[in-house]
């Protein structure tokens, strides 16, 4: 499968916090239930989302099971106020888990209009440390098809919303954005992948498979995925005949854009520039 190419490269740098407390869940996904909303307010063009800057507030979303294979996959979902109907995204994870962090970012883009799904590919376990990340990373890799039918499984949950308008993006960062990729290429239907700095692939007739246009961000002092390694898949996506966003920010690294407040005056304004691209590429492909 195609899928198999991805586990050939990894991305090895750390990146996120453990897990606190989770608001209510929810299980439904026929109607849609009462919960609580996010407040729609895009950022401006010269604004940062605020859970990338540190500033992410008191979350505003929901638990949910969307997998009835794996109860223990505790999802968080943001939704619009509104009856919409709304695009829709699902977000996956760095290496460490399904973490505050992530649902914040949800929250954000619940502010842009999107009903957003922050998908748990660990079945409710995170990582504290590198070594503890990595053992998670390599249960799941070691098990594509569980994680793709995972993925499969958050899409369909989102379909079956009536407040859906039926137009899915994925997006990932490090692990996540590596696995956005495998699912761009391996799972059901959906409009959009969004990448950033995660595990890619350099054979044209693999990416024959997608097919969709791509986003992607990458940093120039990251060595997973490299600049050549960026290169390479930007010429392969190019040869397969897929349309990409693809882009690599001078003096940054791993990490920057979901850490900018780790180094705001290297970060900010590439992840400024990233985020404005995701939001038009978003506006084109789903929204």
Not at 21 to 38: H, I, K, N, Q
Not at 73 to 82: C, I, N, R, S
Not at 143 to 149: A, E, F, L, Q
Not at 243 to 263: E, K, P, R, S, T
Request: one cysteine or more; glycine letters at 12%; hydrophobic letters at 45%.
């Amino acid at each position: 499968m195609r899928r198999l190419y991805l586990l050939l490269t990894l991305a090895a740098i750390a990146c996120g916090a453990p897990a606190e407390d989770r608001p209510e869940m929810e299980t439904e996904a026929s109607a849609v239930p009462d919960g609580p909303r996010v407040a729609i307010a895009p950022t401006a063009p010269d604004q940062l989302p605020p859970a990338i800057v540190g500033l992410g507030g008191e979350l505003q979303g929901t638990n949910v099971q969307y997998l009835a294979a794996d109860p223990a996959a505790v999802g968080y979902l943001a939704v619009p106020e509104g009856a919409g109907p709304f695009p829709a995204l699902v977000i996956v994870h760095e290496w460490n888990g399904l973490v505050d962090r992530v649902r914040q970012v949800a929250d954000d883009l619940a502010a842009e209009g999107y009903i957003t799904l922050a998908v748990d590919l660990f079945s409710g376990r995170t990582g504290n440390n590198p070594e503890e990340n990595m053992a998670l990373v390599r249960e799941a890799r070691g098990d594509m098809t569980k994680v793709i039918s995972n993925l499969d499984g958050a899409v369909s949950y989102l379909k079956s919303r009536p407040d859906v308008t039926g137009r899915v993006g994925a997006m990932g960062w490090c692990f996540g954005g590596g696995i956005a990729l495998s699912f761009g290429l391996d799972g059901v239907e959906h409009e959009a992948t969004a990448i950033f700095y995660g595990a890619l692939v350099d054979d044209p007739e693999v990416l024959r498979g997608m097919s969709h246009e791509v986003y992607g961000t990458f940093a120039r002092l990251d060595g997973g995925p490299s600049p050549e390694q960026v290169a390479a898949f930007e010429t392969a996506a190019r040869a397969a005949g897929i349309a990409n966003d693809l882009h690599i920010y001078d003096a940054v690294d791993h990490g920057f854009w979901l850490h900018v407040d780790q180094d705001p005056a290297v970060r900010s304004a590439p992840a400024l520039d990233a985020w404005n691209r995701l939001k038009n590429y978003l506006g084109r492909t789903v929204g």
